[in-house]
């Protein structure tokens, strides 16, 4: 694969890659999110306190929690469990060669079962990596994240890319050492780095829930 | 055999029904209103000081990562992308290193694939993460693979109990 690999690489620069639709933060937003970023506190009323701190009423904090849940902003005000404390030990991304014409229809569909928490649209880079559809799956057994990829095998058999008469350099693709598999799952097998995104107290740059 | 020998202390926090119906419950999320805890207590069929105190304890033994509003990192501005590396094996401790010494690569997971490398690169502009992933290639003389989200279906995790 060395000789081609570069292809990929200008590819990948030419792409759109995900710069934010940044909303312009009041001061007074900014203030809301750096004293919350780490969590609701757990008292009866906790918009009240959040009011005082902010020096506003609580009907305005409502309000503005209402509006970050319209906006986006807050994704949701919720629990967010630990995997592997529930015995959710297992996580699958899966990674589907989509025809392009049906991504985007069949990108919601996978997107609304249950057991997806990610689905994303990406590029592919071929030859190396033919893959668009990503959806990350997660299970208590190896057996219940297999399953799971056959159920999303299943929703996308008729849309997926069959590329095994593709030819690259010349050569029948089944000739060379590249993969022309129409899914795949990779499984992490190790966490090398885990840190949070957070909101800098100086300037408002970034935080929240990894979303890329 | 025998439990005697179990030197590991197992301090696994038993979940009765309150706490699965409350852990089910609140993933989906909290009703944005002045007394939310007493709201939640409504529906399940207990009292807000109670419901405060399951929190609590979800929290404190860990089985309960956050609680609080979820921030969609991307509405602050800044760039993110997935990126992946072929590392040959002998090198992997060695380009882990390197890799992950870049404060801008905020999660990096190794997965079972000939990409075997994955990680995110969380900066404050989209020129930056092209700049990383140059000074990646040079330190590793390796070819980042480059995923940006290009469409967003959904993110959300719902783990019932």
């Known amino acids: ?212 | 055999m025998s439990s005697v020998n179990t030197t590991k202390v197992n301090e696994e926090y038993q979940l009765d029904k309150l706490d699965k119906t409350l852990i089910n419950l609140l993933q989906h999320g909290l009703p944005v209103c002045r007394s939310p805890f007493a709201a939640i207590a409504d529906e399940v069929d207990s009292t807000e000081a109670i419901v405060i105190e399951k929190i609590e304890n979800l929290l404190s033994h860990k089985i309960l990562s956050r609680f609080g509003p979820m921030y969609d990192a991307a509405c602050f501005g800044g760039a993110f992308t997935l990126s992946a590396l072929a590392v040959p094996e002998e090198r992997f401790e060695e380009v882990t290193k390197t890799v992950n010494k870049f404060e801008q690569i905020a999660h990096n997971y190794k997965r079972n694939n000939k990409f075997n490398m994955w990680f995110v690169i969380a900066t404050e502009s989209q020129q930056e993460i092209d700049e990383v992933i140059d000074e990646i290639e040079q330190e590793t003389q390796l070819n980042v693979l480059n995923t940006p989200k290009l469409e967003e279906f959904y993110v959300g995790l719902y783990l019932p109990v």
Request: hydrophobic share 35%; with cysteine; glycine share 4%.
């Open chain 1, 1 to 212: 694969m060395s000789a081609s690999i570069s292809q990929y690489k200008s590819h990948a620069k030419a792409q759109p890659v995900t710069v934010s639709k940044k909303p312009e933060l009041s001061e007074l937003q900014r203030q809301y999110i750096l004293l919350t970023q780490n969590g609701l506190p757990l008292i009866p009323k906790p918009y009240d306190w959040l009011a005082t701190e902010l020096n506003i009423s609580v009907e305005e904090v409502l309000a503005m929690t209402d509006q970050f849940l319209k906006s986006g902003v807050i994704r949701r005000i919720a629990a967010v469990p630990n995997h592997y404390k529930l015995g959710y030990k297992f996580n699958g991304m899966t990674v589907w060669d989509v025809k392009d014409e049906h991504a985007s229809k069949f990108g919601n569909a996978v997107g609304k079962l249950p057991f997806v928490s990610h689905c994303y649209l990406r590029p592919r880079h071929l030859p190396q990596w033919n893959y668009n559809l990503f959806a990350m799956v997660h299970g208590k057994t190896p057996e219940e994240i297999d399953k799971y990829r056959d159920q999303i095998k299943d929703l996308l058999v008729d849309v997926l890319q069959d590329r095994s008469k593709e030819e690259i350099d010349g050569k029948p693709r089944a000739d060379t050492n590249i993969n022309i598999k129409t899914n795949d799952m990779l499984i992490s097998t190790q966490i090398l780095k885990k840190t949070g995104l957070r909101l800098k107290k100086q300037d408002s740059q970034k935080d929240g829930e990894q979303n890329v």
